[in-house]
């Protein structure tokens, strides 16, 4: 489930690189231009784009992460799982071995 999350991450990211890709070939048309409004927009863009960018770049490796720590999870949840089940056992063999030696005296 996150490895998908991660796949449609990393595509979104390329997405956005396209994006600030072109919108850096459209900064020395603005300057040459020099039409305020659209310098302000430009920096507007850029801004969001950098912030885009860095939430990209910061979640990724918590995905990845946690990606890492689920896949620990499970295999101990199957081990403690299985401990829990030979324990439940172990019991009960103790148990019935107890009450039966009880019994025979």
């Known amino acids: 489930m996150l490895e998908e999350e991660i796949n449609?991450?990393?595509l979104?990211?390329?997405d956005l690189?396209?994006?600030?890709?072109?919108?850096?070939?459209l900064k020395s048309l603005l300057e040459k231009y020099g039409d305020d409004t659209f310098l302000k927009e430009y920096e507007e863009c850029d801004t969001v784009g950098?912030?885009?960018s860095e939430w990209y770049i910061r979640t990724k490796p918590v995905l990845k992460n946690l990606t890492s720590w689920l896949s620990m999870y499970y295999e101990q949840?199957?081990?403690?799982?299985c401990k829990?089940?030979?324990l439940?056992?172990?019991?009960?063999?103790?148990?019935?071995?107890?009450?039966?030696s009880f019994n025979k005296s």
């Open 12 to 14: 979104s990211r390329s």
């Open 77 to 81: 949840k199957i081990e403690i799982s």
């Open 17 to 25: 690189d396209e994006m600030i890709s072109d919108l850096y070939e």
């Open 88 to 100: 439940k056992q172990k019991i009960k063999k103790l148990r019935h071995d107890v009450l039966a």
């Open 8 to 10: 449609s991450l990393d």
């Open 84 to 86: 829990t089940n030979d």
């Open 50 to 52: 950098l912030s885009i």
